[in-house]
């Protein structure tokens, strides 16, 4: 194996992705097995976690699927101990399930907001806080938290989603305070709109997505295999000094 290919690979190391079952977080377990890793899938729908399984393992890897409601207290810590049960430890966190729900600061709905601040910043710290002893035990780990450029710049309608992530963007570097003595590197990517069923449902529409696109240099938006291919460089040895760092994947968008 020629030398760069061992500092992108990830062979024989264990990742934990949530929001498994479809979009941005399938295609994560699919690039992440590729690379060599045997993959913990959390989602909470069942087909789709059978979908994501088999991609990971037609790749030779193994998959633990877990079924999860990450807006509860419970079913973050208990899919955390299911996935250590069966391997042992996790190498890889990847806390990439995230809902959302726009309107404007006077409509938005008190319910919405706690369910975006529990699915998208309460769960990623609570499985953090369950996998990293283990990290720091065997003094090696990689967390990778998928936030958005919304908790970098705004925009109207996104209120509880953008303070969601803006709080991930912060709970990251808190990570990497507490954590990078260990050798445990804590990242957030901060992608422009993906083009997933979430992000067509919200931006698909030509009246509602292409103002966007035209503020974008690239004039388009993300692929899933995009964010994919970040995060595992995220959780290759390639990447072992970027630490505490909001990475931009938008195309330019927070360049001008």
Known sequence: MKRYMERFSIEGRRALVTGASKGIGFEICSVLAEAGADICAVARDADGLAEARAAVESEGRECLAIEAELATIDGPREAAQQALDHFGAIDILVNNAATTTTASLLD?????????????????????????????????????????????????????????????????????????????????????????????????????????????????????????????????????????????????????
């Open 108 to 256: 938005a709905r008190v319910e919405d907001w706690d369910r975006m601040m529990s699915v998208n910043l309460r769960a990623p710290f609570l499985l953090a806080q369950a996998l990293a002893p283990k990290m720091i035990e065997q003094r090696r780990g990689k967390i990778v938290n998928i936030s958005s450029q919304t908790g970098i710049v705004l925009i109207p309608d996104h209120c509880a989603y953008a303070a969601s992530k803006n709080g991930l963007n912060a709970l990251t570097k808190s990570m990497t305070c507490e954590w990078a003595q260990y050798n445990i590197q804590c990242n957030a990517i901060c992608p422009t709109v993906i083009l997933t069923p979430m992000g067509e449902r919200v931006w698909g529409r030509p009246e509602k997505g292409d103002p966007m696109k035209a503020k974008i240099p690239a004039a388009r938006f993300g692929l899933p295999v995009e964010v994919a291919d970040m995060v595992l460089y995220l959780s290759s040895p390639a990447s072992d000094l970027v630490n505490g760092d909001t990475l931009m994947l938008d195309g330019g968008y927070t360049a001008l």
